[in-house]
T-cell receptor
Framework: SQQGEEDPQALSIQEGENATMNCSYKTSINNLQWYRQNSGRGLVHLILIRSNEREKHSGRLRVTLDTSKKSSSLLITASRAADTASYFC?????????????FGKGTTLSVSS | GAVVSQHPSRVICKSGTSVKIECRSLDFQATTMFWYRQFPKQSLMLMATSNEGSKATYEQGVEKDKFLINHASLTLSTLTVTSAHPEDSSFYICSARSRGLEKLFFGSGTQLSVL
């Protein structure tokens, strides 16, 4: 089952504009992670924000977390064509096998030059 | 950063045959490996979790006799799709986690097409 729900499902912007993607989740979390996937490739970890953090920056990325609303946002500033990819949020689920990451539905970002 | 190698990247097979996909952690010991499946334009669906030296734990609805997972060492896990059918056609992605780390490292995926 999926834990997170991203919106929008698809986003098209021009180079230089900012892109904001949102993620909502259902259960309590220790942290939330964002990943990026280029078409037909594996995922790359972008950033992790812990439940006691409200905001985190990494280069042109800014992630916020609101645990009261069970939501997170990923902001990419000054976007570039190379940012074109799908972006997923992920939260941890623990069971008898250990912990696993459950991914949201993702936002497909298209940045045109 | 840590590297996970997944092979093959693409495989086409006839219905009824079996296909093995390998996932290797090249520069770290992967205490846990995960196998995901992804349909076009959709998210990753967790298929199973495997810890080194123990049997894989499958997600609800995933047939363990159809999708055989072996995690014999700390650097290698394999997924074998047995008696493949066209509905098994999908993008399969492995990921690995090193002990004590939260983030996952992903292989580049395998596109399976069953004719």
């Amino acid at each position: 089952s999926q834990q997170g729900e991203e919106d929008p499902q698809a986003l098209s912007i021009q180079e230089g504009e900012n892109a904001t993607m949102n993620c909502s989740y259902k259960t309590s979390i220790n942290n939330l992670q964002w990943y990026r996937q280029n078409s037909g490739r594996g995922l790359v970890h972008l950033i992790l924000i812990r439940s006691n953090e409200r905001e985190k920056h990494s280069g042109r990325l800014r992630v916020t977390l609101d645990t009261s609303k069970k939501s997170s946002s990923l902001l990419i500033t000054a976007s570039r064509a190379a940012d074109t990819a799908s972006y997923f949020c992920a939260t941890r689920r623990s069971n008898q096998a250990g912990t696993a990451l459950i991914f949201g539905k993702g936002t497909t970002l298209s940045v045109s030059s | 950063g840590a590297v996970v190698s997944q092979h093959p990247s693409r495989v086409i097979c006839k219905s009824g045959t079996s296909v093995k996909i390998e996932c290797r952690s090249l520069d770290f010991q992967a205490t846990t490996m995960f196998w995901y499946r992804q349909f076009p334009k959709q998210s990753l669906m967790l298929m199973a979790t495997s810890n080194e030296g123990s049997k894989a734990t499958y997600e609800q609805g995933v047939e363990k006799d159809k999708f055989l997972i072996n995690h014999a060492s700390l650097t290698l896990s394999t997924l074998t799709v047995t008696s493949a059918h066209p509905e098994d056609s999908s993008f399969y992605i492995c990921s690995a986690r090193s002990r004590g780390l939260e983030k996952l490292f992903f292989g580049s995926g395998t596109q399976l097409s069953v004719l």
